[in-house]
């Protein structure tokens, strides 16, 4: 029996990829999001609040490398490494800020892909192959915690499971087990060294659909959603790291920046997240397109059940409301009337054969607290061929009937900024930023400051365009509990 326990938008697969370590901690992500409340089932809302731990016992800062482009005709995602077990074996796994678990392929896996058509050799993790995995049975802690109590018919030994379903019809079902994580510990400018914690993490058993046989397979995905299961809550929990993460998109140069740690270079201004949500809510106020302020019925961006603005890396594209969706496309393409659009697979593109950055307006979501975020045309088109650009932006109303009033804005907006997640103080915030060059954060422990450096973990592989676009298309995330 499967209860559905969060629903999620799921757009483009986006894969922060973070290669060699530095000495912050480093993690792969891969981005999914929860609209949360499914049908029926557990009551998991209390599972994703924040837990407002601000102990003061912390700690080092991480640099997770990462690989990956987010273009829509690239891989469209950004992945990272990370070393499990003892002795420890290298994962790639996908970065996403809208999910709460980690897990990797597991070796008693039915359908795991052993090839990754992104170039990056797989690992299939056994338990049994390290001296420090465990099992997680369903009486303990971690198990009551993750599902608010325990679970039905849960015996002395049984294992603790969890299953995770994509509307795309993909899954990964497993069980959890408890093992050594290696990560990269930020130990002076550009200089990491590996740290060990102990992490509770999926052992995916079973998967369907694309996650067993997609070219872009990875080992799995590395959730850095605000629930205590994250890897991040762990950590933190451990008194090995604050719970502030940071990351910077590099759509020029692919890969870019992904650390853990307190940033104090740049500086950005923030917006407070909204607590008690699964996800990074934030309130958006209004939209501006070339300097004059859209004209949308004010309850368009309240926040409320399968309503309000997520921000969340690991989804392409933006999501917008049908209503919101059509105002801005109007007021993009407002001075060239003479332009047709035409409708490729979904996308909105058309022939241009000058400058973008030139002949379109920049447009300004702002937030709450007076934070702006400036989305340029080549950040809000993507080039697919010669002179042919298509609009990052999509008819929320299309994709999902559960996501079709929220605003989910997407790595295409968020790249070539750097984003910080402060979940210590419950804020958000980014700034412009060049992700090919590098940021500075605080080592709680000493009170230095260091250099965290762009990475791309290369992989020499290209993405293909018409393969990559089943992918971009939002899906709905069921993550179900069996038992
Ligand atoms: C779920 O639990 C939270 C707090 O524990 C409560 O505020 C909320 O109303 C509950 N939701 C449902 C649907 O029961
Ligand atoms: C999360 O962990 C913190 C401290 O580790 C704890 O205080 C809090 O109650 C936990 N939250 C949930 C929902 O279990
Ligand atoms: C990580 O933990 C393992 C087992 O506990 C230990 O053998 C190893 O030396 C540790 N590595 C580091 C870098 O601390
Ligand atoms: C751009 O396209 C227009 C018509 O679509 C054409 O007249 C013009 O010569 C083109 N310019 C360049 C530089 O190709
Ligand atoms: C971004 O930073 C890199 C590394 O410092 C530098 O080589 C590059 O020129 C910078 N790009 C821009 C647009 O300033
Ligand atoms: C990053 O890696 C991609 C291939 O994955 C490569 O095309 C690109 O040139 C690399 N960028 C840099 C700055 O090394």
């Not at 407070?272 to 949308?296: A, C, E, F, W």
């Not at 921000?311 to 009337?337: N, R, W």
């Not at 973008?356 to 061929?385: K, M, Q």
């Not at 973990?457 to 365009?465: A, E, T, V, Y």
């Amino acid at each position: 029996m499967a209860t559905p326990l969060f629903l999620a938008l799921s757009a483009a697969l986006l894969l922060l990829s973070v290669p060699g370590a530095a000495a912050t901690g480093v993690f792969q992500v891969r981005r999914k999001f929860a609209t949360g409340g499914g049908g029926g089932g557990a009551n998991i809302s209390h599972l994703r609040a924040h837990d407002g731990n601000r102990h003061g016992r912390l700690l080092g800062a991480v640099d997770l490398a990462l690989g990956g482009l987010g273009l829509p005709t690239d891989s469209g995602l950004y992945y990272t490494e990370i070393m499990l077990g003892t002795p420890p074996k290298r994962y790639y796994v996908q970065v996403d800020t809208g999910s709460d678990i980690l897990w990797v392929n597991c070796i008693s896996c039915d359908r795991c892909p052993r090839k990754s058509g992104l170039g990056l050799d797989l690992t299939l993790y056994d338990p049994k192959g390290s001296s420090s995995g465990a099992t997680v049975a369903c009486d303990q802690p971690f198990c009551a915690a993750t599902y608010g109590g325990k679970l039905p018919g849960c015996t002395a030994n049984l294992p603790c499971e969890y299953s995770v379903m994509y509307g795309d019809g993909s899954s990964t079902t497993g069980f959890f087990v408890t093992d050594a994580l290696e990560y990269d510990q930020v130990s002076g400018n550009g200089q990491t060294q590996p740290t060990n914690g102990s992490v509770t993490f999926g052992c995916g058993a079973s998967q369907g659909g694309d996650l067993g046989t997609s070219n872009q397979a990875l080992d799995g995905i590395l959730g850095f959603g605000q629930a205590n299961t994250s890897m991040l809550s762990q950590l933190a929990a451990a008194g090995k790291v604050k719970k502030i993460f940071s990351h910077c998109l590099d759509t020029i140069n692919g890969g870019g920046i992904f650390a853990i740690g307190d940033v104090v270079q740049p500086k950005v201004k923030t917006t407070p997240l909204i607590r008690h949500m699964p996800h990074y809510n934030v309130n958006l106020k209004s939209i501006d397109v070339d300097g004059t302020t859209l004209q949308l019925p004010a309850h368009v961006f309240e926040t409320g059940e399968k309503k309000g603005t997520i921000v969340d890396s690991g989804t392409t594209l933006t999501y917008l409301p049908e209503i919101v969706f059509k105002s801005v496309m109007l007021a993009i393409f407002k001075k060239h009337q003479d332009i047709t659009l035409h409708n490729i697979q979904d996308f909105w593109c058309f022939q241009y054969n000058e400058s973008v950055d030139d002949g379109f307006p920049t447009i300004t979501f702002h937030f709450e607290g007076d934070l702006p975020l400036h989305v340029y045309p080549h950040e809000y088109f993507f080039e697919n061929g010669k002179d042919l650009y298509c609009v990052g932006f999509q008819n929320g109303g299309l994709q999902s009937k559960d996501g079709k009033d929220m605003v989910l804005l997407g790595d295409l907006v968020l790249s070539n900024k750097l984003v910080v997640y402060d979940l210590e103080n419950e804020v958000i915030g980014w700034t412009d930023y060049n992700c090919s060059s590098s940021i500075k954060v605080k080592d709680d422990k000493t009170g230095a400051t260091y250099t965290v450096n762009s990475h791309n973990i290369s992989s020499g592989w290209r993405f293909h365009w018409h393969k990559s676009l089943v992918l971009l298309l939002v899906t709905m995330l069921c993550i179900c509990v069996i038992f």
